[in-house]
């Protein structure tokens, strides 16, 4: 969690900085965030850890409902670099498509607000250029079916297919979901973006709701829990992947993932 709420400003003009790629003039390496002690980012963190602190408190405090019912679990290893999602489409037919082995872009190397980059790389960049292409080629050149499955996302580091000295990134990682009564944690190893959390716990509760389950009639919450067991950086929704800001560069797998663990086969 940033503590850097307040927008992005240019160190030099002190203007915001470009909405779409969070640059200043050109430059990514002078746009910085700032939070509630700007500039004394300590500050900042300290605020917005007790402003947490205490709303988790006031929720603490506040709560009237008792978790009763059983308490369970399941766990499981998906290779995410290959595995079969099933897609509908419109007309109301439904499509087979498989994942792909992890990529990062290029806005990866742009860095964020809460520490940018360096060099001529910018979020939202769906191009890429020839030089650092030249230097990604040096290291791997990732093949075109590679290319296209992480499409919009132009390819800097072909990481799910490079394994010298190691394996670059994961591709096997785990899922599990624990139950306490109505309660539900859906431990996941990677970090969500509001919308794609939002669409998983939806996604979750419904198949909860639907299985038949008496015990499922009444109200159940889901909730999240993020680099659990693993990390795999972050997930976007597919909306969100054809923008290319950081968090879908440093964005692992291809735009299928945010769908796969709902709509595997």
Known sequence: VSPNVLGAFCLDTGLPCDFNHSTCGGRNELCYGRGPGYPDE????????????????????????????????????????????????????????????????FAFAAGTTDGPGAFDFSQGDDKGNPFWRMVRNFIKSPHKKQMDCHYPKP????????TKPYDWAPSILSLQILRIGQLFILSVPGEFTTMAG????????????????????????????????????YVTTFEEYQVQRYDVKAYHTDPLEQTAPSRSS
């Open 155 to 162: 390819i800097l580091l072909d990481t799910g297919e490079m």
């Open 42 to 105: 300590f500050e900042s963190t300290r605020i917005i850890g007790e402003r947490q602190f205490k709303m988790a408190m006031d929720l603490f405090n506040e709560a009237s409902e008792q978790l009763q019912g059983k308490v369970d679990y399941r766990h499981v290893y998906v290779d995410f670099s290959q595995l079969n999602v099933t897609l509908r489409k419109k007309d109301g037919t439904s499509e087979v498509v498989k994942t792909c082995p992890a990529a990062m872009g």
């Open 198 to 233: 939002r669409r998983l716990r939806d996604a979750v509760k419904t198949q909860l709701k639907s299985s038949g389950d008496k015990e499922m009639s009444g109200e159940i919450h889901v909730v999240i829990a993020g680099l659990a067991n693993g990390y795999s950086q």
